[in-house]
């Protein structure tokens, strides 16, 4: 089996040697930007490990990992404008180096692009495999809706908010996971075994993400400490802390969080003291670790050989241990 | 063969039957708003039509005349946004019955909800279509990048123009001819033969538009003569006139266009004036009628019978001698 990082180069090299149509000018420019703007290629790399736990030939399951790395940058583009977020992975955002139509369109023209991807796949399994695509992108579009209308509700559930980032993030991790597995043609156990595992990847993940946005060490974390609780995000955190007060703990909290004139770091200071006393910082873990458990348990499952468990439980291993 | 009518009458039935998700809320209320808003629902009747050429059980390609709609429908949606229109068939745009972000994103849902139904289609030639479908997809983004930089461009040639509004507009109206003919696994040569007569009747169509815009019968037309000129837009008829004058000529007509001092009801007769006496209108006519010319003569070229012909040629009649 190929390492991820030799993977990673595969996915780096065939991203790098897309051919896009010169005219007409301004439509290619803003998508060969988004594609060629690094990342970690978490999907790609994964779909590429689980097809190679079944086969070898990885060149096969290219065009679908490469779909589902379009159609993720696609949604970072269109997000990115709806947030009117002005920099992504260090470089301006498409509708601030170019302008919002230039996006608009871009994107649109990415979403097909990645349709086009998807049905060059040369499998027995192509039309479930594009079946899978097509669900789950409209799952992530659901997931984004939810994250929107979250903002506006003070009354989000912890069940609520797990099924957000579900939907928002963890699906399109299974979705990789299982295009491998379908692709390999696998039995349909192993490829919703696989789909699971990643999904539950993919909420640990997400929950760790939420975790060392207030206790990570700034140092390694790469960015301020408490981001999400600067610009008031609902967090998995947060809707835990709140679930955990009565009423008026709850609206002082609330208060505090959308305090406009308290200094940003002592708001994170004063909200996380709140976490540490209802200990949300160990609870937190907790879910992480719940989520992780599961999805070993998913990968247990599968009829994969125990070297093949290995292969991706390391790489799950290196997602969840990350520092930033 | 069904009349257009009862053709029409099976897709308002099949749209308005569409059974949305209820959550999240917010996502799916504008994608049922924008497909039951009407319209003439061309592209799906022909695609109807062209199938029913071929074979009886219409309801076979029914999901793909759908796609093709929803895709055209998700077009309208994102180009209003970018053009900040504000109203559309009568109704409020989605942008401002919503807002922006709902408009990406519901957009961004219905171009996957057209795939969705493109993939429902249970045909032996199902991968082609998709594969046409995706390519008209990407043509479409091109056309509309075309518009937009056209717009700020003051040399634009007949034939960019032209090639222009293929993509755009025509090569839909190709591409649900031509799927109608091979979902109804039709000859090659039938397939591309009504992909070229629908296309053809789409430039025509579009250069009638043009035409209308000024002169029109302002009581049939149903809006205001002169729109096109009173926001400066490049037609046909202003590219071909702008080609027929010297730099001197040209200079004088683009700042009568451009005169914000200049009353609209006066800039739209000094315009027309100018197309007059460059017999313009004439021109316009005649390009139209060689592009009808052309798709009889597609038309021609298939194995159909002379009745199926008469059906499609009598529905490329009615499109082209509208008055508005």
């Known amino acids: 089996m190929k390492t991820p990082e030799q993977l990673l180069s595969i996915v780096e090299k065939t991203l790098g040697e897309i051919a896009y149509p010169v005219v007409p000018p301004g439509l290619y420019e803003p998508i060969s930007y988004t594609l060629q703007g690094g990342g970690k290629r978490i999907r790609p790399v994964l779909a590429l490990m689980c097809y190679n736990a079944f086969c070898q030939d990885v060149e096969k399951v290219l065009p679908a990992a490469l779909a589902i790395e379009i159609y993720h940058n696609h949604t970072l583009l269109h997000d990115d404008l709806m947030d009117h977020a002005e920099v992504r992975r260090s470089r301006p955002t498409v509708h601030v180096k170019w302008d919002a139509n230039t996006a608009i369109l871009s994107g649109d023209t990415m979403l097909i692009m990645a349709c086009r991807f998807m049905q060059q796949t040369d499998a027995v399994r192509k039309s479930e495999m594009m079946d899978l695509f097509i669900r789950t992108m409209d799952e992530i579009c659901q997931g984004q809706q939810y994250d929107m209308n979250f903002e506006n509700r003070a009354d989000v559930t912890e069940t609520e908010y797990i099924e957000m980032i579900r939907l928002k993030t963890s699906v399109l991790l299974g979705c990789a996971a299982k295009m491998g597995a379908l692709c390999a043609n696998a039995s349909e156990t192993d490829a919703q075994a696989l789909y699971d595992f990643a999904m539950n990847v993919g909420l640990a993940f997400q929950l760790r993400d939420d975790y060392l946005d207030v206790y990570g060490d700034p140092e390694v974390f790469g960015k ?13 955190l947060l809707i835990r802390a709140l ?82």
Chains 1, 2 share one sequence.
């Open 243 to 324: 679930g955990k007060m009565n009423d008026e703990g709850r609206a002082r909290m609330l208060q505090t969080l959308h305090n406009a004139n308290l200094d940003p770091d002592e708001k994170v200071n004063a909200i996380r003291a709140i976490y540490d006393e209802l200990s949300i910082d160990k609870e937190c873990q907790e879910a992480i670790e719940a989520f992780y458990n599961k999805a070993k348990e998913n990968l247990e499952q599968t009829s994969l050989s125990a070297e093949a468990k290995d292969y991706l439980w390391s790489f799950a291993q290196t997602l969840l241990n990350r520092q930033k």
């Open 224 to 236: 301020a400490i408490g981001g999400d609780i600067r610009c008031g995000k609902k967090t998995f």
